[in-house]
């Protein structure tokens, strides 16, 4: 069983930057598509962007193209999410997750594990 470990998420001003981490357990993650979901209070879980095995295809959101940008280090089983230009919207739980297969999903039956969740709060 692989397990997402997300860090790296606070508060942080509008306009400020934030680079979450989501590490896997396992090699297994090399050959898997990785994704970032969001969840405010009462709000669906939201889709934010996703990346392949290799890094060399990626899909966003459309509330944060241009602002968010995903990668991987396979090396490390490590997938990021760089967060620029944060806005109060951006606030919410956010979800790193596994997916089923190699190449870029954006939903969520998509995906087969999920991480724990860390908070972003964006606010001043």
């Known amino acids: 069983q692989v397990q997402l470990v997300e860090s790296g998420g606070g508060l942080v001003q509008p306009g400020g930057s934030l680079r979450l981490s989501c590490v896997a357990s396992?090699?297994?993650?090399?050959?898997?598509?990785m994704g970032w979901f969001r969840q405010a209070p009462d709000k669906e879980r939201e889709f934010v962007a996703s990346?392949?095995?290799?890094?060399?295809?990626?899909r966003y959101g459309d509330s944060v193209k241009g602002r968010f940008a995903i990668s991987r280090n396979n090396a490390v089983n490590t997938v990021y999410l760089q967060m620029n230009n944060l806005i109060p919207e951006d606030t919410a739980v956010y979800y790193c997750?596994?997916?089923?297969?190699?190449?870029?999903?954006?939903?969520?039956?998509?995906?087969?594990?999920w991480g724990q969740g860390t908070q972003v709060t964006v606010s001043s």
């Open positions: 396992r090699a297994v993650f090399g050959i898997s598509a």
């Open positions: 997750a596994k997916g089923k297969s190699s190449v870029v999903v954006t939903t969520p039956p998509g995906f087969d594990t």
């Open positions: 990346i392949d095995w290799s890094g060399g295809s990626t």
